[in-house]
C-alpha cells in the first residue's frame, strides 16, 4: 500500500494537472441597490502546451453562475450564454467589463464592499480550480485597486 500511495504522489508531482490553469485579477463588481445579479471578471491564463476548455463555472453563493459574453448588434448590447470558453495553449482568456465574464444570477445574500466570493472553474483536461473573489466598487477598480 505504501508504495501505491509513493507512485501516485510521484506522479502528482511530476504532471501536476493543476499547474497550467492559473486564474488571477479576479474581482467582482458590487451592485447596485437590490440587484441580486453580479459579474466576476478575471485572466485566465492556460500555461501548457495543448489549448483548454472552460466548461462550466459555479458559485454556492449564487442559484445560477454561466460564461457570458457580451455582443452588440444593430446599437442593441446584449449578454449571451456561453457554453464553454477555449483558452489557447500558452495564452490568456480575458474576462472584462463590456465582455466576457462569469454571471452570478441569483446572490443569496446581500453583497458589499470587501465580501469574498468563491467560485469554482472546471477544464476538459479535469483540471478544477476553486478561486475567492472579492467584491469591489466599480471606481475602486477604475483607481487601480
Known sequence: MKKLLMAAFCVMIVNPVWADVKITEGWIKKPVGGVKNVAAFM??????????????????SSEMTHLHDVKVSDGVVRMVPMDSLTVRANSQAVLKMGGLHVMLKGMKEKLSSGDWIAIAFEFDDGTRVTKQFEVKAQQAMSAGM
Open 43 to 60: 485572466t485566465i491564463s492556460n500555461e501548457g502546451d495543448e489549448d483548454i476548455r472552460l466548461l462550466s463555472v459555479n458559485s454556492s
